[in-house]
């Protein structure tokens, strides 16, 4: 079955400064990787996604990449704001159950 | 109402009681699913109904039951909990095509179980 990694744990950052967030997956048979954030308190909510058939994908001030060769994508948020900080989880599409499986979820928090 | 709801918010039970968590979904998906999360620990799917197929996570104890009377609803019965039990259930829907294509996941806001 798939097994997903993510990387870090936790990241710290200054306003107006990158972030990225790796994570890797097992199953060369996954299409699928969604990336959710959760404010404390809140509900995971979807902010990007990409499917194999694409390398990036960008939305405003947040993409994400996919490599399918070394099973890993990876989560841009450039010009960091405060509200950006949330704790950030990663999944992908197990290829036999077709059922979500996440990552450990990344705490972001974006110094003012 | 809109989107998922879950209710109760919050729940505090006995290690003997038995209660049940609610899931409503008002989006006219196909898809619901229970989810658990613990601190420091990835979400863990426990149940899924899929375009009326009832998939089960063989590592969710029995004392954890499932029921979807019909695609909008969505219940976790639970009896005889144990402490480690305790943890954020969250309830989600998507619209997954017949092929097994995944649609966005849409989560409610989740039910904080304690078990003492």
């Known amino acids: 079955g798939e097994n997903v990694e993510q990387h870090p744990s936790t990241l710290s950052v200054q306003e107006g400064d990158s972030a990225v967030i790796k994570c890797t997956y097992s199953?060369?048979?996954?299409?699928?990787f969604p990336w959710y954030k959760q404010e404390l308190g809140k509900r995971p909510q979807l902010i990007i996604d990409i499917r194999s058939n694409v390398g990036e994908k960008k939305d405003q001030r947040i993409a994400v990449t996919l490599n399918k060769t070394a099973k890993h994508f990876s989560l841009h948020i450039t010009e960091t704001q405060p509200e950006d900080s949330a704790v950030y989880f990663c999944?992908?599409?197990?290829?036999?159950?077709?059922?979500?499986?996440f990552g450990t979820g990344t705490l972001l928090a974006v110094q003012p | 109402e809109t989107g998922v709801t879950q209710t109760p918010r919050h729940l505090v039970m006995g290690m003997t009681n038995k209660k049940s968590l609610k899931c409503e979904q008002h989006l006219g998906h196909n898809a619901m699913y229970w989810y658990k999360q613990s601190a420091k620990k990835p979400l863990e799917l426990m149940f899924v109904?899929?375009?009326?197929?009832?998939?089960e996570n063989n590592s969710v104890p029995s004392r954890f039951s499932p029921e979807c009377p019909n695609s909008s609803h969505l219940f976790l019965h639970l009896h005889t909990l144990q402490p480690e039990d305790s943890a954020l259930y969250l309830c989600a829907s998507s619209q997954d095509t017949v092929s097994g294509s995944l649609g966005e996941q849409f989560f409610g806001p989740g039910t904080r179980l304690t078990v003492l």
């Open positions: 109904y899929s375009l009326e197929e009832r998939v």
């Open positions: 199953d060369s048979a996954s299409n699928y």
């Open positions: 999944a992908a599409e197990d290829g036999a159950t077709n059922k979500l499986i």
